[in-house]
């Protein structure tokens, strides 16, 4: 009898949270095992770990949401943000690649420059503006090396703003910092669709059973499992300005805000950070809907199911 387990590498994440609390709620053939950072920490050598632990509990597939995510950090941590979002991912993949085991891996718009004007397709070039960036794509690059060195199976799906109830982000920033202030600075010129953790979990729920079986999301095991590099974002693109302009908005309608909040456009230059963001994050999806069949959310819905979460600023 074929093992039903599902790895997923990473616990206290907003992609693994929204994992586990979908796990609860839908029905799925699979049992999802949750490596937290205590087990399975990609700041060290775990080649030998992860191969241990694979051989526990012999997974149908491996999913990655591990990463060292603190952008501005990384310029000046550029080791361990290399070793986590790169050299990790050559060990990760080469167990998988050993064990015929399929991996689904995230990664980012960081990849690219963002100078382009029109949405970045999966095969555009990449460019890192930053350590961060860079770090992202070295792990893409080994763990496709991998894949060719052992004709396994992988998946890598590169995402953006992500925000969720839990952990670190957008969301949560703007309604703190608004509760405290009456104006607030927001860029404007740096677009991009915001996606929720709830959306990026539903997607890797929804393809799970096809990839494991390797059949076809669309056409069924006449076809083997499109693997690749995809785009998955919510819609439609946004400014960060936008972004949070709603999301004051909402939440004054449910009363997380009780008071009025001015909002001031400023430019990127007028906001200086360690690592320099792209202003285009906008990710064409059209292969994500026509190979894997994936719609692309809509993050207004998304954000009034957070806004309305009664432990959101808990």
Not at 122 to 149: A, H, R, T
Request: net charge positive.
């Amino acid at each position: 009898m074929k093992n039903n387990n599902v790895l997923v590498l990473g616990s206290s994440g907003q992609v693994s949270n929204a994992l586990q609390d979908l796990d609860h709620k839908i029905k799925n053939t699979k049992e999802f095992i949750f490596l937290s950072r205590n087990e399975l920490d990609l700041s060290f050598n775990i080649k030998d770990k992860f191969n241990s632990i694979t051989d526990q509990y012999k997974p149908c597939l491996v999913i990655n949401t591990m990463a060292y995510t603190q952008v501005d950090k990384a310029e000046d941590e550029k080791k361990i943000a290399m070793q986590v979002n790169g050299y990790s991912m050559h060990y990760i993949s080469y167990v998988c690649g050993i064990k015929k085991i399929p991996l689904f891996h995230l990664s980012t718009d960081y990849v690219f420059d963002g100078v382009k004007s029109d949405e970045w397709l999966p095969s555009d070039n990449l460019n890192p503006l930053g350590i961060y960036g860079l770090s992202k794509l070295f792990g893409e690059e080994l763990i496709k090396s991998n894949v060719l060195k052992f004709n396994t199976k992988a998946l890598i799906l590169r995402v953006s703003w992500i925000f969720s109830n839990k952990g670190k982000n957008f969301v949560k920033t703007i309604l703190k910092v608004s509760q405290k202030n009456q104006e607030i600075k927001i860029v404007n010129d740096q677009i991009g669709g915001p996606t929720s953790a709830k959306s990026i979990a539903k997607c890797l729920l929804d393809i799970t059973d096809h990839a494991v079986k390797n059949s076809h999301p669309l056409y069924g095991d006449s076809e083997g499992f499109p693997w690749g590099i995809y785009h998955f974002q919510g819609k439609p693109k946004v400014s960060w300005f936008e972004f949070g302009e709603e999301i004051i908005y909402q939440a004054m309608i449910s009363g997380l805000i009780n008071k009025s909040v001015k909002t001031i456009p400023i430019s990127t230059d007028k906001y200086p950070t360690p690592c320099k963001r792209p202003l285009n994050s906008c990710l064409n999806c059209e292969s994500t809907y026509s190979n894997l069949g994936l719609n692309m959310p809509l993050w207004q819905e998304d954000l009034k199911f957070i806004i309305n979460d009664p432990f959101l600023l808990s």
